[in-house]
């Protein structure tokens, strides 16, 4: 059948604008494509918070850096995040204390603190504008509910607990905005993330560093040390691995692979809206549910924006994606009713088995930081601060709680296996299952997983009516992709991968894209 016919007949969705609104709000610095051979002494692959931290440190040093990302600057989870700053971990601190001890426990939270603290320093030193402030914290119930989640003893417990390890914290029995009871903590902070990271930017180039956009890592050698980048070689001394989920690099597939599988990516949503000045406190927020919910403000001149997350799901396990931002949206206007919702944004947290991430030396010479679950700001910073201390061979007082080399705890096991075991699962029961639909069954704006000229294929078609088709095979280790209606991208449920509906790769730990299939009549 004609194209032109198809397109006749059928009724374009209206594609929803997912831009964060920290990328509407701030004007992005441009950088080149890398197109020649270069030497550095220290390549960081990734421009998120983790890469531009650790560059900044490092041109302050004195080292020659250069950034390359494949896309633009702080364009994935950076960019798609609410910017809580915290040491409140997703893993409460009464958790930690279990699985820790007590010394351990207080030091996830004081890297939380140091972070903060630097981020602040940066600020102030860099003069970045970007509305950087220090706000309370508050653990409250859900709705305000003190009778949920064990009452006001449960939040009273956890207070105690964080002022007996040195926090400024209190127990708050009628909290503001919410109501019900709270842990509170003081010199949490907040700020606009898409500016900061800007002036960051600005600041590495301004000291002699490199970025480069458009510039992805194909590749590694040990020997002479180099990355391939867009073809070129680039010779370096040691490489910082800043890809949020982290790629091969210098070490070996197998290394690789056994890190990503203790690495569970998650989708998170956000949606942003006006508010009226002071209609909710400036300060962060998190309630009790699972999967939490998160709130946070950030001013304008003349209003507020509040900014209002939730409803994580492991990524490409979701059938109706919209759906989460929908709930998300009535979430949010049950809390602040006349709220006049602007932007609506997806993005991925990368947990571990144990609740801790991963920042370390991976293989000689290669610096990997992973796994912040929800703490990606703080734990970037802080894998910044600790990639400078492992490249100028400085001691670290972290460097062992957070090795990406320590071993799934007893506690973390249980979790490990269970993550781990989408993998089997989805490779065999999506191949099985029979969906032998034509392609002319896919809408404008509509993507699906059908048989194919004998393979399952991943069909999209775009509000002109055009159809693209792709092997549905993940190129890490081929699962199935699943749509994702809100983003429109192929998201994959074995390990997070996510690719676009071109079968470029957007996250990994796939690095190949989805190959197209012949389309020819
Ligand atoms: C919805 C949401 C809300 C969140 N809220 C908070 C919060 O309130 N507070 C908090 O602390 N954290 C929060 N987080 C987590 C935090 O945003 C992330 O953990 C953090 O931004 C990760 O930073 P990163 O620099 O490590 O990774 P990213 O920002 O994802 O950067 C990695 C970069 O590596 C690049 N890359 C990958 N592979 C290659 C390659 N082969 N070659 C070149 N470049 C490559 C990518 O293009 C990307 O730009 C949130 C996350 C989400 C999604
Ligand atoms: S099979 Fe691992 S991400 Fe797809």
Redesign the pocket.
Known sequence: MDRAVKRDRRQAFTPLNTTPFWSTAAEPHRFPRLDRDLQVEIVV???????LTTAYLLVLGGHSVAV????RVA????G??????TMVSDRRLSSLVRSWGRDRARSVWDAGLTAIERIESIVRAEQIDCDFQYVPGYLHAVDGDAERDGGPKAFEDEASLAIDLGFDAAFVNDMPFIGGPAAAFERQGRLHVSRYLSGLARAIVERGGRIFEHS??EGAEAKPRSVRVNGKTVSCDRVVL???MP?VGLASKSDTARLQSKLAPYT?Y?VAGRIGKGEVPDALFWDTADPYH?CRIQPASSHDVMIF?GEDHKTGQASHTAGCLKRLEETAAGLVPGIDITHRW????IETPDGLPYIGEITPCQFT?TG?S?????F?TLSGMMAVDWIEGKANEWRSLFDPGRRVTSGGAWIYLKENADYPLYRVRDWLQEKARSVDAVQPGEGQILEYRGTKAAAFRDDQGVLSILSAACTHMGCLVAWNDTERTWDCPCHGSRFDTNGRVLA?PA?EPLSPLDQSE
């Open positions: 692959v990734g421009a998120g918070i983790t890469g390359f990302d494949r896309g364009e994935r989870d950076s798609h995040t609410s910017a809580h700053l992805e890592i800043a890809t949020h790629i998170s956000v998160y997350g997806s993005g991925q947290v930081a912040f929800g703490n990606g700001l703080t970037g990994g690095t």
